[in-house]
Each structure stands twice: as structure tokens, then as C-alpha cells.
């Protein structure tokens, strides 16, 4: 390769290596909002593209004149082409992207139903809170929505500004602390989309992340009314050791876990862990939610996510078994 070409082959894959994962790709778009959205991304980079290579091409062949001394005093008709390039065509573009924002902006503000649902999203340092409060499930960094039906979903703050993010579904809505923002969001095919929130929050703002997993209806349902009920009694000795090793290293102070700890305000400062183990993921999508991930998060949770509000625990490894044992039965 030769060393001029190096730069160019560097920047590509620079490019390639942070291209979007698909599973959060806006350009492939899994919703009505999301599909227009990606019409008015295409035409932005249309707009701003080719005249950027347009414009790249004349400075190139203007300074190739230049070289050979061919350019002299500015001709009439030169002013003429600098005052339709340089004015008429770059505000007749800009007015155009205005107007075509407004028009996405304005179809997107509505979904295009009744909203079969609503949903509370709390954001926290650094996960989310979800609630669905007809059904009086309250769960965390998962949001289950039925496919092909529009979701109302009410978005507060429980400390900072954070951005709720769904790039296959929907745009950016701010969580603003002591206010309420209202968004929407349907998905047209089943599917498991990430998001990410998308305002600058804190240490972890990178690692503050969520799924929202679109099923067809007679799932969701039925994933509702399991979510909805308390956790079950433990069935075993190791498990009830677990839950005595829950309650002794003072767990219960910021999780709850309906049916077995009594509410209490400070709960809110964790996710509830009624159904931890029906969840894909732990610590906002960071991990996946599995026994040694979940041993590792409860020993040590600063290693996986440095600067999160979890504070290590030193327990006898037969208490960690015990307590894993314990938290894996909550499904
Ligand atoms: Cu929350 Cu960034």
C-alpha cells in the first residue's frame, strides 16, 4: 500500500468498526416513526453530500486552473454563477430541509393510533425504572410491547437530564428532572431493540442502556401477568439461606422484591428485583444476565460498571451461591 493511500484506508475502517450495531441501527428502521425518520436522514445527506462533492470538485478543477495560470479577473458571467451557487441554490436547499423537518417532525408527534397502552420510564444514575401502572408491575432496563399496536410512554427523572433513545422505533425524548415528557413508540415487527440513552449523564452515561423487546400480543399478555405477580416462596434450603443473606447484607434497603420485602422509599434508589431473572440483561444491558455475570455484579458490581450506585459486598462464597440461587429463582 502506499503511504498516501494509508490515511484513506485507516479512515475507512475506522468508519466500518463504528458503524451502528444492527440491533440499534436507525437505518433499519423496525416502526412507523422510525421509517420516517430515516426518509428525512436520507435526504439530509443527499442535500448536504452532493453539493459538498460538487462544491469539492470545483475548488479542485479552479485550483488546477490556477497552477496554470489560466484564471484571470472575474468574468460577468462568473458573478452570476457565484450568486446562484453561493445563494439561490444553497437557501432554496436549506428552506426545503426546513420545511421536510417540520413535516417529519409534525408526523411523527402523533402515533398513528390510540395508544394501546401506557408506560412509566423513571431514568436513574444509570438504568431505567419501568412501570406499568394499570397492571401494577414495576420492573427494570426492559420494556415489553405488544407488536403493531402504539404505546404511550411517560418519561421522568429521578436525578439528572437523560435522553430516552430507541433508534429503530423513534427519535430522542429528554427525561427533564420535575417534569413529565410524553412519547410514543410501536414497533410493526417482533424483534429485541436496543436503546441507549442519549444526554450526557455521568460517569456511565455509555453504559445506560435498555431493551425493548416487541412481541405479539398473546406474549406480551401473558409476559404482564407474570410480571405482575409477587415473587414466589423459596423452595428450598440453599434458596431460603438466600433470601436470609438478601436481608443481611441490607439488599432490601434499595431493591424491592413484591411479596417478600415490605416497600420502602429509599427502593427506588435500585431496580426492583421481583423478576430480575426473567431479565435479558444486568446493569442497563450492560451484561448478560447470567449466573457468573450475576455472581460478578453482586461481589464486585464497580468492576463491571465503575462509578454505578451498587457497593461491593463481602459475603463467604457459600452465601454468594446462596444468594445467586435465591435471585435466579425470581422469574
Ligand atoms: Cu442517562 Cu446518559
Request: hydrophobic share 50%.
Amino acid at each position: 500500500m502506499t503511504e498516501r493511500l494509508r490515511p484513506v484506508v485507516l479512515l475507512a475502517a475506522l468508519g466500518l468498526a463504528c458503524r451502528p450495531a444492527p440491533v440499534q441501527s436507525m437505518l433499519d428502521p423496525a416502526g412507523p416513526a422510525a421509517a420516517r425518520l430515516v426518509d428525512l436522514w436520507w435526504f439530509l445527506l443527499a442535500a448536504t453530500g452532493i453539493p459538498t462533492v460538487i462544491t469539492l470538485a470545483v475548488i479542485g478543477w479552479a485550483l488546477r486552473r490556477r497552477r496554470r495560470g489560466t484564471i484571470g479577473e472575474p468574468a460577468r458571467l462568473d458573478l452570476w454563477i457565484i450568486a446562484l451557487a453561493g445563494g439561490v441554490i444553497p437557501a432554496g436547499l436549506l428552506l426545503t430541509m426546513l420545511v421536510f423537518s417540520f413535516r417529519v417532525g409534525a408526523d411523527t408527534a402523533a402515533p398513528p393510533g390510540e395508544p394501546a397502552l401506557d408506560i412509566e420510564v423513571v431514568g436513574h444514575q444509570f438504568w431505567w425504572e419501568v412501570r406499568y401502572p394499570e397492571q401494577d408491575v414495576i420492573t427494570a432496563n426492559e420494556i415489553h410491547i405488544p407488536v403493531g399496536e402504539p404505546v404511550r410512554i411517560q418519561l421522568r427523572s429521578a436525578d439528572v437530564i437523560h435522553s430516552f433513545w430507541v433508534p429503530k422505533l423513534h427519535g430522542k425524548t429528554d427525561l427533564v428532572p420535575g417534569h413529565v415528557n410524553t412519547m410514543w413508540l410501536q414497533a410493526d415487527r417482533a424483534g429485541v431493540f436496543r436503546g441507549q440513552c442519549a444526554e450526557f449523564c455521568g460517569v456511565q452515561h455509555a453504559l445506560m442502556a435498555f431493551l425493548v423487546v416487541a412481541e405479539p400480543r398473546a406474549d406480551f399478555d401473558a409476559w404482564l401477568v407474570r410480571q405482575a405477580r409477587p415473587a414466589e416462596e423459596p423452595t428450598d434450603a440453599l434458596r431460603r439461606r438466600g433470601r436470609e443473606v438478601y436481608f443481611a447484607l441490607g439488599c432490601a434497603a434499595c431493591h424491592h422484591i413484591k411479596g417478600v420485602t415490605p416497600p420502602l422509599a429509599s427502593q427506588a434508589t435500585g431496580p426492583d428485583l421481583t423478576h430480575l431473572a426473567s431479565r435479558r440483561t444486568l446493569a442497563a444491558a450492560t451484561v448478560e444476565n447470567n449466573r457468573g455475570n450475576l455472581g460478578g455484579w453482586l461481589v464486585n458490581p464497580q468492576a463491571i460498571k465503575p462509578g454505578n450506585r451498587m457497593p461491593p459486598s463481602m459475603m463467604a462464597s457459600a452465601d454468594l451461591h446462596a444468594l445467586i440461587a435465591f435471585l435466579e429463582a425470581l422469574e
